[in-house]
C-alpha cells in the first residue's frame, strides 16, 4: 500500500512541476505580447514512463519534456516574398512621389506657364519689333524660365544625392541585418546542440529574415546545426554559418550610376535583384534620371533652337544677334588618359568657339584616339575618330575641319556645314593642347556634352541687360520695322522640334509629367496591393503563433486548477502516510 502511496505523491509532484512549467511559460507569453517577432511558446506534456506491477503498468505522472514555439515556416517564407515586394514599391513610391511634386502643374506656379509666358513674350515683340517695353518684358520672362529650370534641376539633383544616400544607408542596414543573423546562428547551434531548445534566440532570428527580405530578395534554408544560410537571387552568399557577407554601392565616376556590388568579388548585383528595397531605389534612380535627362533635353533643345535663330536676327541698331541663352558647355578629358592633352574652346571662332548658326545638332560627342599622336609634321588627322555620342554614329571624316601644323595643339571643327564655305565644317570648334607635354596617346578620348549642364547653367546672355540688344530683324537693312527673327522664334513653340521631330516644346514637357505621374501612380498602386497582401499573411501567421490573452488567461486557470489538484491530492496522501505511522 505504501508503494502506491509513495507513486501517487511522486506523481503529484511531477504534476506540480509540469503545471509551473506551463504557467511560466504563460507569463513569458503574456509578457511578450507585444514584442515584435515573438513566437508563442507551448510547453510539450508527456505522461512519464509507467511501472510494472501487479496490477500491470501503472501511471507514474507527468513531465514538460521541452518547450515548442508555434511558428509556420511556409507562412514565414511566403510573408518574406510578400515583404520584399512590398519593400520594393514602398521605396520607388516614396522617391517617385517626391519626383511628382517637382513636375507638379496642377497649379499656377509649374513650368509649362512659364514656358508659355516665355512664348507669349516673344509674340508681342513680334507684334511690335520696335518695342523697347516689349523687349524688357522678352529679357524678364526668359529670366524666370531660366531660373525655373535652374530650380527644377537642382531639386532633382538633391533627390539624387538624396537616393544615393538611402542606397548607402539600405546596404549597411543590409549588412548590420546579415552579421546578427551570423552570431545567432552561432548561438541558437551553441544552445540546440546541447539539448536546449533556442525558441526565443529562434523569434529574432525569424524577424531578422523578415527585415532583410524587406531589403533584398532572398533565399534561405536551415542546415542541420540549426543554423540559417541565406542566399541571394543569384546564389551569392550574404550569410553561410556564422559568416556575413557584405555588400556595397560604388558609383560610376562618369555617369554618377549607383552599382551595388558583392563587397568579396565586387560582383554586380544590379541585375540580379527582383524586389527589396534596394530594388526600389534602383529603380527609382533609373526613374529619376530619366525625367532629369529629359529635363536636360528641354532645355538644350530650348537654348539650341532660340539661340540659333536670334544670332541670324539682327538688334534695333543693326547689329548682328548674340546668344540669348548662355551655359556651360561640358568639355572633358577621359579620366585614364594617358597624354596632357586638354580639350577647350577655340575662342577666335564662332561666338566663343561655337558657330551657332551653322550648328548642326545639340548632341554628345567624343573624340577617340585610335593611335598615339606623333604631332606635326607627321600627324594626319587620322590618329582619331569623332563619334557622335547620342546616336552611336562616327562622323565622316570629309564633314570635319582639322589643324595639325601648330605644336603643342590639335585644332578641330565638326558638327556643322557652312553653305556659303564648304571647307569650313565646324559648328563647334574645339583645341586639344598639350604644350610641352604628353601628346594624346591611342586610348584616350575627349568629350563634349551640350545636355550634361544645360539646365543647371542656362541663364539669359549678360548682354542682353541692354534689351536693345534683342535682336527680332532678320534683314539689317529693316530695322526697326522687321519682325522676322521674332516671329521665327515664337513660332518655334509649335514646331516638332522634340523627340525625333516628332513633338513641340509644351508637348515634350507634358508627356514627361504624364510620365511621371502614371509610374507614381502604379508605384501606389503596387505598393498598396503588396501591403494588403502582407498583411494578409501576417493575421494568417498570427493565428498561429500570435499571442492571445483571452487564450492565455484559459489556460492559466486550465493549469491553476490542475496545479491546485495536485497540491491537494499530495495533502491527501501526507495525510494518510501519517495515519500509516502512527498505527505502526
Known sequence: ??????????????????????????????????????????GIVQATPPLADALGMRGTGVATTRIMNLYDRFIGMQLNIENSNKGMWEARSSTLADLERTFNETGDY??????????????DLANNPEGIAQRVSVVEKSKILTASLNSVNDDLLTQERILGQSLEDGVQQLNNLTAQVANLNQTISENELLGNDANDLRDRRNNLLTQIAA?????????????????????????????????????????GDPQIVWHNDSYPMNETMQSGKLRGWLDAWDDLKTAHNELKELSSALIFYVNQQHVQGYDLEGEAGGVFFEHAISLSQGMDNQGDGVLTFDTARGIDGVDWENLQNYDDFEIRFNADYPGPPTATGNEFTIVDITTGETIDSSNVDIDTSVVGEISIGFNGVDPNDPTNHGGYFVKIQYGSGTAPRSGDTFSLSFRDNAARTVGVSGALAD??????????????????????????????????????????????????????????????HSAMVAEQLQLK???????SIDEEMTNLIRFQQAYSASA???????ELLDNIIRMV
Open 1 to 42: 500500500m505504501t508503494v502506491g502511496l509513495n507513486n501517487t505523491l511522486n506523481a503529484s509532484r511531477l504534476s506540480l512541476l509540469s503545471q509551473q512549467a506551463n504557467i511560466d511559460i504563460i507569463g513569458h507569453n503574456v509578457a511578450n505580447v507585444n514584442t515584435p517577432g515573438y513566437s508563442r511558446q507551448v
Open 110 to 123: 509649374g513650368l509649362l506657364p512659364v514656358i508659355g509666358e516665355f512664348w507669349n513674350a516673344w509674340e
Open 215 to 255: 531589403m533584398i530578395d532572398i533565399n534561405y534554408f536551415e542546415n542541420d546545426r540549426s543554423q540559417v544560410t541565406i542566399l541571394s537571387a543569384n546564389g551569392k552568399s550574404l550569410v553561410q554559418g556564422n559568416e556575413s557577407y557584405n555588400l556595397r554601392v560604388d558609383f560610376d565616376p562618369l555617369s
Open 467 to 528: 534689351p536693345v540688344k534683342v535682336a527680332a530683324s532678320d534683314n539689317p537693312l529693316e530695322v526697326p520695322g522687321n519682325n522676322g527673327a521674332a516671329l521665327k522664334i515664337a513660332q518655334l513653340q509649335h514646331a516638332l522640334t522634340m523627340s525625333s521631330q516628332s513633338s513641340s516644346f509644351n508637348e515634350f514637357y507634358s508627356s514627361v509629367v504624364g510620365k511621371v505621374g502614371a509610374l507614381a501612380q502604379m508605384a501606389k498602386n503596387n505598393g498598396e
Open 541 to 547: 501567421q498570427e493565428s498561429v503563433s500570435g499571442v
Open 568 to 574: 491537494r491530492i499530495i495533502s491527501k496522501v501526507d
